[in-house]
């Protein structure tokens, strides 16, 4: 089991990066929170998670060890998969689902792409009693230097990456930039995940 890798980041999107490690390239899926953290930065130590199935080796990197044990806290809930909760991640904060899940509150869980009442219901039930509530809920502290056409050209590729079809992302992101040309790209991508 790899637990972390650290090196140069040689290619960072919404939904993945790539960390050279002595002259070797590692992609890593990763959340809008993880992006948020390392975008501009030249050099980074993700935590990992490696995702073995028959067909792929996948690893999933965190910014800091507290999004990852969360993630593997998500992962433990019956029909909760690794991209389920990269999902869930990408749509929230750590603090912001704790909170959730601390006060029960099923709509904000549900509200998630993706995650029906059942779901919620199942992730609260199960990791009520091992998430630590914290004080404060705060929001997610979003960079604004991205120009405006390149934000909802990533934001696109980001959710399309996520799993959802090109025509339906273009479309929804072209609803929010038109409204607010302003954000961006993950509360771009956070809007869209709400919509899609």
Not at 57 to 73: K, P, T, W
């Amino acid at each position: 089991m790899i637990d972390y890798i650290k090196g140069e980041i040689a290619e960072l999107t919404p939904a993945s990066i790539t960390v050279e490690c002595a002259g070797v390239g590692y992609i890593a899926s990763i959340s809008l929170n993880t992006y948020s953290a390392l975008n501009g930065a030249t050099a980074a130590k993700i935590y990992v998670y490696e995702s073995i199935r028959e067909d792929a080796h996948v690893l999933f990197g965190f910014s800091d060890i507290h999004e990852r044990a969360l993630f593997l806290q998500l992962i433990s809930v019956s029909g909760v998969g690794p991209s389920t909760a990269r999902m869930i991640l990408s749509s929230m904060s750590a603090k912001e689902l704790e909170a959730a899940i601390g006060t029960e509150n099923v709509a904000v869980v549900q509200s998630v792409k993706g995650i029906g009442a059942k779901t919620a219901q199942r992730i609260i039930l199960d990791l009520k009693d091992k998430i630590k509530l914290t004080d404060e809920a705060g929001a997610l502290q979003l960079p604004t230097h991205a120009s405006l056409p390149e934000t909802g050209r990533e934001a696109v590729s980001a959710l399309v990456m996520l799993g959802f079809s090109q025509q339906a992302s273009q479309k929804v992101v072209a609803k929010i930039v038109k409204t607010a040309p302003s954000l961006p790209v993950e509360a771009i991508i956070k809007d869209a995940l709400k919509r899609l």
